[in-house]
């Protein structure tokens, strides 16, 4: 029986122009529904639950809660947490895309200003990187008053909105994040893997637990969207006529195919993949990424 | 349809714009902007068998506007069906004149005329505006535009005609300059009548003679567009005019008394034989047997024709032959009236005494030679004077008498030279406002003041007689009149010297002072006669009129009143009733006589203006396109379409921003 979550519309949460709002109602909202979850009397040093992953360690097993919702749930405790934790978010021109009313960037900084907030809550500490061609902006993880704060002024400050490039990115951040902690990859990786298969293998060698949340609209997905006309690439500026009708089984098929390569790269390297379409309402995608934490890493083939 | 400014529809060639505007457009460009277009391929375009014209609602307004504005600058108007200011035929303003004077009674010319006019008259069209007058020395219409007008097209020429028949010529003198301004004020009048510009041209229906005057013409101002016709009438014989002009009478030792006679030859340089009778114009009876007498071509003579000297008291006509136009070979002579008027003069000193007033009253009236003046101091009273001088204070029955006189037209002059003429003045006057008094000092006055407009002094207007101030006068009574009186000359200390008061017809004067000169030197003054006379002139009516005088309009006019049971039109021998042998003698103007045409160089000479065909035929084509543009103005003014033209492009205005407005709503709404 999963976790209730009482979603929230995302339009809606966009709609509220401060971020820091946003965050709150997202975080609020999470942790109103863990408490009307059945899971209540939790261990005040209990911390939070984590879903299993092969190779956990089946001590800490909630045995309890496998019975009840025939999951594999895994106790932390607050000894487990006070993570560093460094959010990289993209910011090049593709995150502009929206096939709605808001853009996957707008969905990625509320999601990366919700996670903020959520770890800060949680005394994690978490900086910010905002990256296109390079890593564009940095704000180290610290521990003082006024971080989320300025967290959130990073991430409201207007992008340059130019082209990604990964690789790039994440040699920044194997140099930049020094002490080994969380990394928490946010972009649409709307590229090929393989250029940057070994700087992401180099950032997780380093011991980082990196998690990869992929923003994607709903459109990229499905091609459910425009008509025969004049497709413009936003990052590369090239334009070809595209009819999305004839298209639409071909583009998903091959879709389909960068994200298993996608989602070869990131398992080989150990790297945790979450795919969060902009439809989707952010507290759950919290939630998610939330039950997701604090898992081994993936074991490597 | 037709159009005022039709140049604008070139601006129908915009229309082409908004069409290659809709054509080329792409419409909302069909871009759509992804993500990554990595995983995209190109897919083949759409077939576009044809450019297709986007919006084409869009653009019918637009091209509508666009058409509708060159239209509307176009000032379009539909021609009347009975529009006859649009016909291709100019209106002429056509002015006739015929020369009517005394020399047009020639043999033949009438004839002449008559052809000569029914060729004008034939060339005429419906549409044209005409207007016939005679001349002499005064207009006198033949026919009026507006009858013109009124008469149907087909009987205008004979009407025409038959208006001439009636109309003949007659004995006045011509002025042609008159008749050529009054002519082109004809035309200038028949321009106003119409609002579309016509071509003028007047025609001159005359002999020239060069006794007609043309002095004027240099002055005239021609408008444009007119042309000037001068149709040269002949009679039908070429040759000399002679004619007789009177000089005088005189005497010669060896013919004793004597006419002289001027003898004129005008026309051919040839000499002629005239000959002349003189015969009585009361019976027709031949007094002086014909004469024969030479003149040479162009010339003229002064011949001596022996006259009794009885005959010269009675009215005589000159009678001639030898020339082909008699319409001035007879001469009326009248013998010269002088009128014989008496004044009455009512003094207590007789017309003997050398010192008194009388004495050089009657001396001076012995000068006149008209009227012919008798002082009667015997019987003063007797009522049958034309006027009367008072040197006395009256009774109150003499003034009675005078008075009535004065009031029945007479003239009374009183010399009141004493207080005493106080009550003679009152009685005379009717008015109590008179008084004669004395005056305090014996200093000799001047005459200071004097009004030369009225007839009295009139003769001494001129700056060469009008010094007054040199005549001293003693003894003069100081004189107050009443305001209705008219003060006509003072006194150097500015009391009245005389005065005139106007009673029912006639006129009373009052001298103050006397004229006898021991208390004035007036009457020893170079003014009195003069005045003197004036005041005998006055008296009787003014100087009378002459006896012998040319057949003018102006003369007519004066002398006709004196005819109230005649008609004075043509040359011979009037008698003046109420008036024992008095006559009035009336001739041709002498100049009428001059029947050599006018040369060219006189012509040229006036500044006429010329007019070459081509240039009227390019004047004639240039109003006839104003006559096009004016009526077309006319008929565009009425119908004023390009106003509703305006008013649909503003309607279709706001249907094109309601219309694209809702088309670019309708694209934001296509689904992405």
Redesign the interface.
């Known amino acids: 029986m999963p976790l209730e979550s009482k979603t929230i519309d995302p339009e809606a949460l966009l709609a509220i122009r401060d971020l820091e709002l946003r965050a709150r109602i997202v975080v609020d909202g999470l942790w109103s529904g863990l408490h009307r979850s059945p899971y209540h009397g939790f261990s005040v040093e209990f911390s939070e639950y984590r879903q299993y992953s092969p190779g956990d360690d089946l001590r800490y097993l909630d045995w309890k809660a496998l019975a009840r919702t025939d999951r594999e749930y895994l106790k932390i405790y607050e000894d487990e947490t006070n993570l560093r934790c460094t959010i990289a978010m993209d910011s090049s021109k593709s995150m502009g895309f929206t096939s709605g009313s808001y853009p996957k960037s707008e969905y990625a900084k509320t999601l990366a200003a919700t996670l903020s907030y959520f770890l800060l809550q949680q005394r994690d500490i978490v900086g910010l990187a905002r990256f296109d061609e390079d890593v564009s902006d940095y704000l180290a993880a610290r521990w003082r008053p006024g971080h989320l704060k300025r967290v959130f002024a990073l991430l409201e400050r207007p992008s340059q909105g130019l082209s990604t490039n990964i690789e790039k990115t994440l040699s920044s951040l194997v140099r930049i994040c020094r002490k080994r902690g969380l990394v928490i990859l946010v972009s649409d990786f709307l590229s090929d893997a393989q250029n940057w298969r070994q700087a992401l293998a180099h950032l997780t060698a380093m011991g980082h637990d990196v998690r990869a949340l992929q923003i994607l609209d709903p459109a990229e997905q499905n091609l459910a969207f425009g008509k025969a006309a004049y497709w413009e690439d936003m990052e590369s500026g090239d334009t070809l006529y595209v009819d999305p009708d004839s298209m639409r089984q071909r583009y998903r098929e091959r879709f389909l195919a960068r994200q298993a390569q996608l989602e070869d790269v990131f398992r080989t390297t150990g790297v945790r993949h979450q795919i969060i379409t902009t439809d989707q309402a952010l507290d759950q995608a919290l939630l998610d990424f939330v039950r997701n934490l604090r898992g081994q890493r993936a074991a490597r083939p | 349809m037709s159009f005022l400014a039709p140049l604008f529809l070139v601006g129908l060639a915009l229309v082409a714009g908004p069409i290659l505007f809709h054509l080329i457009r792409q419409s909302p460009?069909?871009?759509?902007?992804?993500?990554?277009?990595?995983?995209?391929?190109?897919?083949?375009?759409?077939q576009q068998t044809s450019r297709r014209i986007q919006n084409p609602w869009l653009l019918l307004i637009r091209c509508l506007i666009i058409g509708f504005l060159a239209f509307a600058f176009a000032r379009p108007f539909i021609p009347d069906a009975a529009d006859t200011l649009g016909n291709k035929e100019v209106r002429r303003d056509i002015v006739i004149a015929i020369d009517r004077s005394a020399s047009m009674n020639r043999p033949g010319i009438s004839e002449h005329l008559m052809e000569e006019a029914r060729k004008i008259l034939e060339k005429l069209s419906p549409s044209d505006q005409v207007s016939l007058f005679g001349f002499t020395d005064t207009i006198s219409p033949i026919i009026s535009p507006e009858q013109w007008t009124a008469m149907e097209a087909d009987r205008r020429i004979n009407f025409a005609l038959e208006r001439l028949e009636s109309s003949t010529a007659t004995a006045l003198p011509g002025l042609l300059d008159e008749a050529i301004s009054e002519a082109v004020s004809e035309i200038e009048a028949l321009r106003e009548r119409t609002s579309v510009s016509g071509f003028g041209e007047i025609y001159l229906l005359s002999d020239f003679a060069e006794g007609t005057r043309i002095n004027g013409i240099e002055s005239i101002d021609w408008p444009s567009s007119l042309r000037l016709n001068r149709v040269q009438l002949s009679p039908e014989q070429e040759g000399p005019n002679l004619s007789l002009r009177w000089v005088q009478w005189s005497e010669s030792e060896s013919l004793g008394s004597v006419a002289n006679i001027a003898l004129t030859s005008s026309g051919e340089p040839l000499r002629s034989v005239a000959e002349i009778s003189i015969r009585s114009a009361l019976d027709d009876s031949l007094l002086v047997s014909p004469s024969e007498h030479f003149v040479d071509g162009n010339t003229e003579t002064i011949i001596n024709i022996p006259v009794a000297q009885e005959l010269r008291s009675q009215p005589l006509v000159f009678a001639l032959s030898g020339d082909s136009y008699p319409f001035d070979n007879k001469l009326a002579l009248a013998p010269d009236y002088i009128p014989q008027v008496s004044i009455g003069l009512i003094s207590q000193s007789s017309l003997a005494n050398e010192s008194s007033a009388p004495y050089f009253i009657s001396k001076a009236v012995q000068g006149f030679a008209t009227p012919r003046t008798r002082i009667d101091s015997q019987t003063p009273l007797s009522g049958s004077h034309v006027a009367y001088v008072i040197d006395r204070p009256l009774a109150t029955a003499e003034a009675d008498s005078i008075k009535a006189e004065i009031e029945s037209g007479k003239t009374a002059i009183v010399l009141a030279h004493g207080t005493g003429f106080s009550d003679t003045i009152r009685q005379l006057s009717g008015s109590d406002s008179w008084l004669a008094e004395n005056r305090s000092s014996d200093t000799p006055l001047l005459i200071g003041e004097v009004d030369f407009s009225h007839t009295l002094f009139a003769p001494f207007a001129s700056p060469r007689f009008s010094n007054f101030t040199s005549i001293n006068t003693w003894q003069t009574p100081k004189l107050s009149a009443p305001g209705s009186a008219k003060v006509l000359a003072r006194y150097d200390d500015q009391s009245p010297l005389l005065v005139e008061e106007k009673r029912g017809d006639g006129s009373l004067y009052i001298w103050s002072g006397s004229w006898a000169p021991p208390a004035s030197q007036w009457v020893l003054s170079s003014k009195f006669i003069p005045f003197l006379h004036r005041f005998v002139l006055s008296a009787s009516g003014g100087p009378p009129l002459p006896s012998n005088a040319a057949l003018t309009s102006s003369e007519i006019e004066r002398y006709q009143p004196m005819f109230p049971d005649q008609l004075i039109q043509t040359p011979g021998i009037y008698r003046f009733p109420r008036t024992e042998n008095r006559w009035l003698a009336i001739h041709i103007d002498p100049l009428e006589s001059k029947t050599n045409p006018i040369s060219l160089d006189q012509w040229e000479q006036l500044g006429l203006p010329e007019f070459e065909e081509s240039v009227a035929q390019a004047q004639l084509a240039r109003i006839r396109s104003q006559s096009e543009q004016e009526s077309a103005r006319t008929i565009e003014e009425r119908q004023h379409i390009w106003q509703w033209l305006l008013w649909a492009v503003l309607a279709l205005l706001a249907l094109e921003s309601a219309v694209a407005m809702r088309s670019h709503q309708r694209k934001e709404a296509m689904?992405?």
Do not use: Q
């Not at chain 2, 277009?37 to 083949?44: C, K």
């Open positions: 460009k069909n871009r759509i902007v992804f993500s990554s277009t990595e995983l995209l391929d190109a897919s083949p375009p759409k689904p992405s």
